[in-house]
């Protein structure tokens, strides 16, 4: 089993920046892949952005690219999400989520491709 934990969220106004952080713990071993998704009230989940564990290219949604860096620690089983120029429609619950399935560059922007989830962590952006 994998746990994961978010923290970082909190209320910011438009145009400032937060990062969130994902702290990986249990059978980290087997993790190939990962991905930071985020839901807003009334709507679907949906994805932010992710890649593989360890290393390697990553993808991120339009919404958010030139915006949203996803950074990785392996040491610490640590993964990031730098969020920059944010925007009122940026405001949802962000959670990060890992997979032990192959790396699959469709797979990883569905939810379903994802194994562990971490509880959530609340941005809100003030206009």
């Known amino acids: 089993q994998v746990q994961l934990a978010e923290s970082g969220g909190g209320l910011v106004e438009a145009g400032d920046s937060l990062r969130l952080s994902c702290a990986a713990s249990?059978?980290?071993?087997?993790?190939?892949?990962m991905g930071w998704f985020r839901q807003a009230p009334g709507r679907e989940r949906e994805f932010v952005g992710g890649?593989?564990?360890?290393?390697?290219?990553?993808v991120y949604a339009d919404s958010v690219k030139d915006r949203f860096t996803i950074s990785r620690d392996n040491a610490k089983n640590t993964v990031s999400l730098q969020m920059n120029m944010l925007k009122p429609e940026d405001t949802a619950v962000y959670y990060c989520?890992?997979?032990?399935?192959?790396?699959?560059?469709?797979?990883?922007?569905?939810?379903?491709?994802?194994?562990?989830w971490g509880q959530g962590t609340r941005v809100t952006i003030s206009s």
């Open positions: 890649g593989p564990w360890s290393s390697g290219v990553l």
């Open positions: 989520a890992s997979s032990t399935r192959p790396v699959r560059w469709d797979g990883l922007r569905t939810s379903g491709y994802y194994d562990y």
């Open positions: 249990g059978r980290t071993s087997r993790l190939t892949g």
